[in-house]
Every structure is written in C-alpha cells, then in structure tokens.
C-alpha cells in the first residue's frame, strides 16, 4: 500500500475474512511497499552490500543531508540562484524512480535548473556517498535495493516464494522501480492482484506511471483479467454523470460507467470567475444563500486542493463574521509568519502590549 492507515485497515479486513482461531492471520505481511522494502532488507542485508543496522533517513533527514553537502560544496554561494534543498533532492528523487538520466530529467521536469547540471551531478555523487559512508538509506534507497535485490533471479525466486498472493492498493500510484520489483517477485503473474483507477492517475507522485495499470493486462497475458467495479458508494448519480462524461474523453483507458444505485441528489454547478477574489465572493455569497435557505453552516464544507488556497476565504469569512472550522494545517491568523507581522501592528499601536 502507499500509507501505514491502508496496510492496518488491509490486515483488519484480512483477518475478518479469515476463520477465527486460525494462525493464518497473523502470518499475511501487510505495509507499504518501503516499510515492506526496509523488512526484507533487514532480512537480506549482506546480498546487496548492506548491515542490518542500517538507517532509514526520513524526508527532512534526507533534505537535511542535501544541504549539507551542498553548502560543503558552496553551491549556496553562487552568484546565480541555486536550487534549495527540497528541489534538489525531488530531482535526484525523480531520477532514481524514473530511472532515467539527470538531463532528461532537467528537461522534462526541472528545465529552470537545466543550467546547474554538473553542480547537481557533483552534488549527487556527494550525496550518495556520504550516505554509504553512514550506511544510510533514504526512502527512494528502500526501493531500489529492493529492487537490485528481487533482480537477482535465485533471490528474486526465493523472495517471491514466500508469497502465495501480492495484493497491490492504488496500482495507479506506482513508478517503474515498483512495477519492476512486482514483475521480479511474481514472473508469470500468478498471485498478483492489483486493485486501481486509470482515471485518478493525476499526482505522479513520486514519479507514478500511469503505464503501469493500463499496460498491466499485456504485461502477464494470458494469465491477467480485468475486473471492473463500477458501483460507487460515495456519490450521488448527478455527480457519477458529470464524471463519466469526462473520463470518457481520454483516448487511452479502461472503459466503465460508474453507477450509484439509485442515489440522487443536485446536479454539480461548474463556475467561472475572473480571479482569487472572485472565486472568495461566490463562495462566500453561496455560503449566505443556503443560510438563509434554511441550512446551517456546520452543514456546509468548502474543499481545498491545499491548505494555503483557502487563505483569502478565511479572511473573507473573518470580515463577514462568519464562524468556520478549518482541518488540515493552521489557520491563516495563527501562521506563525502572520502572528508576526500582526505583533509589529499592535506594538506600534500600543507600545505597552508586552506579549505583542
């Protein structure tokens, strides 16, 4: 799976379906594909060159370790701006789970640091082997060794045989390192289930590859059938219509009609505005509407794509005095960033607001 709360809900589910008092249970391995990856590591350490003890660097570890090689190589210091850390480290990242090379990579993905393609191949070298120098793995490590280690086809054989049945979640979400291992594990395709959407390959997170699941079927034939599940549990048929209409213009795709079985409900508006406030406006302007026709606020959500795009919204609330709830990050007053500026504004009010 790509998150610890989907392996915990697999694994409850599994050991529902199974017959209570077996031992069964507790012998199916359920994780992400890197918490899985750093177990077999564990396990297989010394063939791919590693100690059992090995560290795993987190996200803000690994950008950290970035940085520190990048300053000891002065790549802060130049005259031209340099990419930070986090940028610098999406780019090695996009480079391992594409497995393709730093220029093309630079081109496709990152063309405003085409130009630091030799600082960042030097930065990279550096970065590597300071990591194995501290026998450190960062999360893309877990899968390529992983990777390396399946590769090898008496490892790749004794490794797959552990397994019965590989059950992969949101198969659309996977980049080729991923679809390699599987491949490795399971040869001829027998016990692998993939469950996924074509239609929700939209992220590319960490270089996913939508090529993946819709080439899945040609990569294990004959063996491979498609399953399509097309009742939705979540949606009212207004909102299904709208969707089918959309998935329908893609050229390359697993054909479906979602349903919802009778569940209706309004039709979905789609809504053009000139710009950010705009938007704010109608949204706050909607908000009052259905107040006053009758439903009550806590009733009413407004979505974000991210926390920061709700921003202006909150500031149009706060002047309209309508109460909101936000989940998922702080509110706008309570950025630390903004909790400053406004602590200058009162002090110069008051210069005796000690606490401002």
């Known amino acids: 799976t790509f998150t610890r709360r989907a392996s915990q809900e697999m694994l409850r589910r599994a050991a529902g379906i199974i017959t209570r008092g077996t031992s069964a249970t507790g012998r199916v391995w359920g994780g992400t594909f890197h918490s899985i990856a750093n177990r077999l590591l564990r396990t297989y350490a010394k063939s791919v060159g590693l100690r059992q003890d090995f ?35 999406a780019i090695y990242s996009r480079c391992v789970n594409t497995q393709l090379p730093l220029n093309e990579v630079l081109a496709d993905a990152y063309p405003w640091c085409a130009d630091w393609e030799q600082e960042l191949r030097e930065l990279f070298r550096g ?14 490590d877990l899968l390529l060794y992983w ?23 949101e198969y659309q979400d996977t980049n080729i390192v991923q679809a390699q291992i599987l491949r490795a594990l399971k040869p001829d395709g027998e016990g692998i289930t993939v469950v996924g959407d074509d239609a929700q390959s939209i992220y590319s997170f960490r270089a996913a590859e939508v090529e993946n699941i819709l080439g899945f079927p ?40 979602l349903f919802a ?28 509407a259905n107040r006053e026709a009758g439903m009550r606020l806590m009733d009413q959500a407004v979505l974000f794509r991210g ?31 903004v909790k400053d500026l406004l602590s200058i504004l009162k002090w110069a009010d008051n210069p005796k607001n000690e606490i401002a």
């Open 147 to 169: 990777n390396h280690l399946v590769a090898d086809a008496e490892l790749g054989g004794e490794i797959g045989a552990w397994f019965d049945h590989v059950l992969v979640d």
């Open 55 to 89: 560290t795993v660097l987190d996200q803000g570890d690994a950008e950290d370790l970035m940085n520190v090689i990048r300053h000891e190589l002065d790549l802060h210091q130049k005259e031209k701006r340099f990419p930070k850390k986090g940028p610098c480290l």
């Open 218 to 257: 040609d990569q294990f034939m004959p063996s491979a059938e498609v399953v399509s599940l097309e009742q939705n549990y979540r949606s009212t048929q207004e909102i299904l219509d709208s969707a089918n209409c959309l998935i329908a213009e893609s050229e390359r795709q697993y054909r479906k009609n």
């Open 127 to 140: 970065y590597v082997a300071r990591k194995q120098h501290h026998m450190a793995l960062d999360y893309d």
């Open 261 to 288: 079985d009778g569940k209706r409900g309004a039709r979905p508006v789609y809504v053009t505005v000139e710009d950010g406030d705009a938007e704010t406006e109608f949204v706050v302007d909607s908000i009052l």
């Open 307 to 337: 926390s920061h795009h709700s921003d202006r919204l909150e500031l149009e609330l706060v002047r309209r005095n309508i109460p909101y709830v936000k989940y998922g990050g702080l509110k706008f007053l309570e950025a630390a960033h």
